[in-house]
């Protein structure tokens, strides 16, 4: 295989001359350009990316940790942050972790060891503590509220959109609301977050209308299985528009009211409301904050999309 000391050899220049020709570097005369273009196009050589990203300090390479390798809301992140990433002319590695300690901490090692120029953490187990010790490393941007602790994030407000959509249905004169949350609340911020609004807008302190750890279509439809068991339930409030069509495969809840979370095709297929909290902005967002020098927090603003009742 050709290396870059062969192109050095026969070409009669150092090495140093030829790696700024294979870098575009300005201060290299035409005639040594040419002449060693010439051999690296006879010899077909290709360059070691490794060794070349370590010259410059930059691989244009990030990489995203996500909860699980499928997942709509998941998705809808890695989507906008795909296509920032595609325009600034920048790599993407997805790294999955359904939420295993050990597993976040060894990428952040990767990270550590310059595998990457970045990282976007969509959502996670470790502390923010730990990963903000990776900061000397390289940028990390993260998903989620990160408080007081040195981390960049791109932030949706949960507590105004769910205090919100609580508010306008107890408005309407619903009283018996469902709802359905995913991760426990004492391993999520947001399912904490909104168990609490829910709890202080609707005054209810029980768990009857609560069904907890759903994620999936699947999830849904035994969700749905027990809130039919629910006489007086008026309403159900889902945390994803997959959950929620899951919801909907029960016949005995043809007359209640169904509402979604971030706009997906399944809310559109069966026209129910969704809140969307426009995640792929989330994804472009974040990728931005990556360059940025300083803390910052960007919080997107949310949508209520309300459709006729089915």
């Given at each position: 295989m050709t290396t870059i000391r062969d192109i050095a050899k026969l070409s009669g220049y150092s090495v140093a001359t030829v790696s700024r020709v294979l870098n575009n570097?300005?201060?290299?005369?035409?005639?040594?350009?040419?002449?060693?273009?010439?051999?690296i196009k006879e010899l077909d050589y290709i360059p070691?990316?490794?060794?070349?990203?370590?010259?410059?300090?930059?691989?244009?390479?990030?990489?995203?940790?996500?909860?699980?390798?499928?997942?709509?809301?998941?998705?809808?992140?890695?989507?906008?942050?795909?296509?920032?990433?595609?325009?600034?002319?920048?790599?993407v590695t997805l790294l999955p972790t359904n939420y295993d300690p050990t597993i976040e901490k060894r990428y952040l090692d990767e990270l550590?060891?310059?595998a990457w120029d970045g990282m976007i953490i969509t959502s996670k187990k470790l502390s923010f503590e730990v990963i903000s010790s990776y900061l000397k490393y390289a940028p990390i941007v993260c998903c989620e509220e990160t408080g007081d602790y040195p981390l960049s994030c791109v932030a949706i407000d949960r507590r105004k959109s769910y205090h919100e959509l609580f508010t306008a249905l107890i408005e309407k004169g619903y009283r018996n609301i469902g709802l359905i949350v995913g991760r426990a609340a004492k391993d999520s911020a947001s399912t904490s977050i909104v168990l609490d609004t829910y709890r202080s807008v609707t005054g209810r302190k029980d768990d009857t209308y609560i069904v907890k750890n759903c994620r999936t279509f699947e999830d849904g439809v035994k969700a749905g299985d027990y809130f039919a068991t629910l006489k007086s339930l008026e309403v159900i409030v889902t945390n994803g528009d997959d959950v929620a069509a899951g919801v909907l495969q029960n016949d005995a809840l043809t007359s209640i009211d169904i509402i979604g979370e971030e706009n997906l095709?399944?809310?559109?297929?069966?026209?129910?409301?969704?809140?969307?909290?426009?995640?792929?902005?989330?994804?472009?967002?974040?990728?931005?904050?990556?360059?940025?020098?300083?803390?910052?927090?960007?919080?997107?603003?949310?949508?209520?999309?309300?459709?006729?009742?089915?």
């Open positions: 570097h300005p201060y290299v005369s035409e005639e040594k350009r040419r002449k060693i273009l010439a051999l070691n990316i490794k060794a070349r990203n370590l010259s410059i300090g930059v691989s244009k390479h990030i990489a995203v940790m996500i909860p699980f390798a499928t997942h709509p809301c998941t998705d809808k992140i890695v989507s906008g942050i795909l296509s920032a990433a595609f325009e600034a002319g920048y790599k550590a060891a310059q095709l399944p809310s559109r297929l069966l026209n129910f409301s969704t809140v969307d909290h426009h995640l792929d902005q989330c994804g472009e967002a974040a990728f931005q904050l990556l360059f940025e020098k300083k803390k910052k927090t960007i919080t997107i603003p949310h949508t209520y999309i309300e459709r006729n009742k089915r």
